[in-house]
Every structure is written in C-alpha cells, then in structure tokens.
C-alpha cells in the first residue's frame, strides 16, 4: 500500500512543474486526494485537495490561481500543475490520502502519505 509522489525538480521563478502521484494497494477512488508541502524550517502545509470522484477542488490561498489538482482514478493517480512557480514554492511536496476531509495537517488525520518530491524554485 502506498502512495509514490513524482515529478519535482530545479524550476526558474516563473516556470512550470506537473507533480504526479501514484497510488497502489488500496481502492484509490474512495479517497480524497492532498497535496501538502513542508519548506525547510516550515510546518505541513496545505496545498491543493480534490474528492474522490474528482469533482470539486481545493486550493491554498497562497497557491491558487496557478496550481491545479486533478486526478484519473481510472489510472489511480492524482497530480498537481504548478504554474507560476516562485521562489516561495520550494519545499518537498508530498501526496497524501484520506477517507473524508480533513482540516488540521497532521500526518496522523490522513490514511496514506507518500514520500515526497523535492520541487526548487530558484534562478
């Protein structure tokens, strides 16, 4: 059972990102699906959730408007575009699972958290 995050890397401000996240081992349609980030020296923060079916989205103030969430449960994965991309933005970037909303960022209050990717924003 796991959730395998992908797709991070060095980016100049101002450039692009698709993060990719691939789920095993358990029916990934009946989870919601986040997007959660940690900068260095930083707490777990929020980023991006869609529900299970896909149908309605979510977004952090800090990011919305340039990042967008999305996934195919057909393929049971989830991703995350980043556009826009500023130094702000570093941190690593996990995807994380879970039955219904959650609305305190603990690693505790979600069913599946996957590694993390690594995303850079710098010139």
Do not use: H
């Not at 959730?3 to 692009?16: D, I, K, N, T, Y």
């Not at 952090?60 to 340039?66: F, N």
């Not at 980043?82 to 959650?102: I, Q």
């Not at 609305?103 to 958290?113: H, I, M, Q």
């Amino acid at each position: 059972v796991q959730l395998q995050a992908s797709g991070g890397g060095l980016v100049q401000p101002g450039g692009s990102l698709r993060l990719s996240c691939a789920a095993s081992g358990f029916t990934f349609s009946n989870y919601w699906i986040y997007w959660i980030r940690q900068a260095p020296g930083k707490e777990l923060e929020w980023v991006a959730a869609v529900n299970s079916y896909g149908m309605s989205t979510y977004y952090a103030d800090s990011v919305e408007g340039r990042f967008t969430i999305s996934r195919d449960n057909a393929k049971n994965m989830a991703y995350l575009q980043m556009d826009s991309l500023n130094p702000e933005d570093t941190a690593l970037y996990y995807c994380a699972g879970a039955k219904a909303p959650v609305y305190e960022v603990v690693k505790k209050n979600f069913d599946y958290w996957g590694q993390g990717t690594q995303v850079t924003v710098s010139s």
